[in-house]
């Protein structure tokens, strides 16, 4: 049973610059979610899609957008990356918005 | 606005020394507790997740607990591979809450 995957592990990208990052969902799962995570912290709520629209936005500026696709596979977009950006960026799938969410092994951003 | 509190930041054992985290919450409704492990660099594990205060769950070593305004992870006779970060989540019931909301973290080291 496949677990979250995500694409790729690690990027470096220079300031101003566009990334995009992949999720694949766990087997069986509709919803996905994905989240910060600078170092030291605990990860922080960027946004959820479910039925491929976003249902729910943490405190994110609008550089941060997503998609997702009929299949549940997932995108998120930042633009005009700043230093700041730099983080772990983690994917969580679940069946439905409600129940337990299951991580990816996440993208390790650093922004340069 | 939901919040999540873990003592201690971080805490150091001896093989086979007992012990327990704790995550204090506040939320408007709970409709989950989680808590995951992380080792460095990757996507935080699921362990449990508590739905009422009373409820407890167990996985080998550990034991998860909660009340009304907090809950205890209790290691039991730790090993040297018990050794992680330790976060507590919650979920929210009211609508528009399903995102999890993390605490910072508990960093425990066990010692041979």
């Known amino acids: 049973d496949a677990g979250v995957t995500q694409s790729p592990t690690h990027l470096i990208k220079t300031r101003g610059q566009q990334v995009t990052l992949r999720c694949s969902p766990k087997?069986?799962?509709?919803?996905v979610s994905w989240y910060q995570q600078a170092l030291g912290q605990g990860p922080q709520f960027i946004f959820q899609?479910?039925?491929?629209?976003?249902?729910q936005r943490g405190n994110f500026p609008d550089r941060f957008s997503g998609h997702q696709f009929p299949n549940y596979s997932s995108e998120l977009n930042v633009n005009a990356l700043l230093l700041g950006d730099s983080a772990l960026y983690l994917c969580?799938?679940?069946?439905?918005?409600?129940?337990?969410?299951?991580f990816g092994p996440g993208t390790r951003l650093t922004v340069t | 606005e939901d919040q999540v509190t873990q003592s201690p930041e971080a805490l150091r054992l001896q093989e086979g020394e007992s012990s327990s985290l704790n995550c204090s919450y506040t939320v408007s409704g709970l409709r989950g507790l989680f808590w995951y492990r992380q080792d460095p660099g990757k996507g935080p594990e699921f362990l449990f997740t508590?739905?009422?205060a009373g409820e407890e769950k167990e996985k080998e070593r550990l034991k998860a607990t909660l009340t009304k305004k907090e809950s205890f992870l209790h290691i039991t006779a730790p090993k040297p591979e018990d050794s992680a970060t330790y976060l507590c989540?919650?979920?929210?019931?009211?609508?528009?809450?399903?995102?999890?909301?993390f605490g910072k973290g508990t960093k425990l080291t066990v010692n041979p």
């Open positions: 899609y479910y039925e491929e629209e976003e249902r």
């Open positions: 989540a919650v979920q929210g019931a009211q609508g528009g809450s399903e995102k999890l909301v």
């Open positions: 969580a799938s679940s069946f439905g918005r409600h129940y337990e969410q299951y």
């Open positions: 087997s069986g799962h509709d919803t």
């Open positions: 508590l739905y009422s």
